[in-house]
């Protein structure tokens, strides 16, 4: 059987398109107690409160008759952020040139985040430029990608 997220993406990919957007991810996690189903969505032009509740309340429904998930959870639709996490191999590729920070399970050489453009993503590592100095960062010391957003 696939894993819970696999089974609504598959969902929740219809619906969220039909409704002019793309899904982003879908995660399912467990915080102080309480589990969260979360499906991220994104659009050109950024999305608003009334696409989360559309397609909220399109997926609630199916959700309920599907019944993927035998535990009690919160459901929650949301925009993917202009600070979205990059996971997959197109995220990627999408996003090259663009500003990352890439965080680090073991600090190395004192530090645990690293800003730069990302320059490459290669059979898993993350390539950035950062101060006119090229970083590699292998995919299993890299905890999380993420583009970043100078405020």
Known sequence: MSRITDIVSELARPV??????????????????TRYLRVYIDKDGGVDIDDCERI????????DEADPIPESY??????????????????FE?????????????????????IGRLAAYEDG???????????????????QVRLHAAI
């Not at 969220?16 to 102080?32: I, M, P, T």
């Not at 909220?56 to 959700?63: E, T």
């Not at 999408?94 to 690293?114: H, I, M």
């Open 56 to 63: 909220s309340r399109r997926l609630d429904a199916i959700l």
């Open 16 to 33: 969220v398109e039909q409704e002019g957007c793309s899904l982003w991810d879908v995660e399912f996690v467990k915080e102080a107690g």
């Open 74 to 91: 919160v459901f929650e639709v949301g925009s993917a952020g202009i600070e979205r996490e990059l996971k997959r191999p197109g995220d």
């Open 94 to 114: 999408a996003f090259l040139g663009s500003e990352v920070e890439v965080r680090l399970y073991q600090p190395l050489k004192g530090q645990k985040s690293f």
């Open 125 to 143: 590592a993350t390539v950035i430029e950062s101060g006119g100095k090229t970083l590699r960062f292998e995919k299993q010391q890299t905890a």
